[in-house]
């Protein structure tokens, strides 16, 4: 499916919950749950990505720390190469710039939504924790 595109997102937990999003419904995979992030533009580092993409994204700044996890996702229209970065809000307060939703949920919450099929990995181990 061609050259795999480079995403980021972020893992940020407070208070034993961690933040996902829901996506707009124009969007492709429209409805879902995500971790905020995007794609990385040409010439930036992951972490230059995270920082931009969160300050678009939820109008918050967040310090990348180390990455949770990396997959690659085959879509019918895309594949990503994803990578999940551990993150922390040092800045703001999340706002829905962009989504349709925002939640903090426990791990134990996470079969009660529908997330982006490129999660599922993520979620497993997220689980297992």
Known sequence: MGTPVSV???LIWQDGKFL??????????GGLYEF???KVEPG???AQALIRECREELD??????????????????MTVDLTLISSRI???TPKLLEHTDIRWIAPS????YSFCPA???ILEKLMKQ
């Not at 919450?109 to 009660?112: D, N, R, T, V, Y």
């Open 8 to 10: 980021v997102a972020a």
């Open 20 to 29: 996902i999003c829901r996506r707009p419904p124009h969007k492709a995979r």
């Open 36 to 38: 905020v992030g995007g």
């Open 44 to 46: 930036e580092t992951r």
């Open 60 to 77: 918050v700044t967040v310090e990348p720390r180390e990455i949770y996890m990396e997959l690659v996702h085959e879509y019918p229209d």
């Open 90 to 92: 040092v800045e703001g």
């Open 109 to 112: 919450e996470i079969p009660l």
């Open 119 to 121: 999660d599922k990995e």
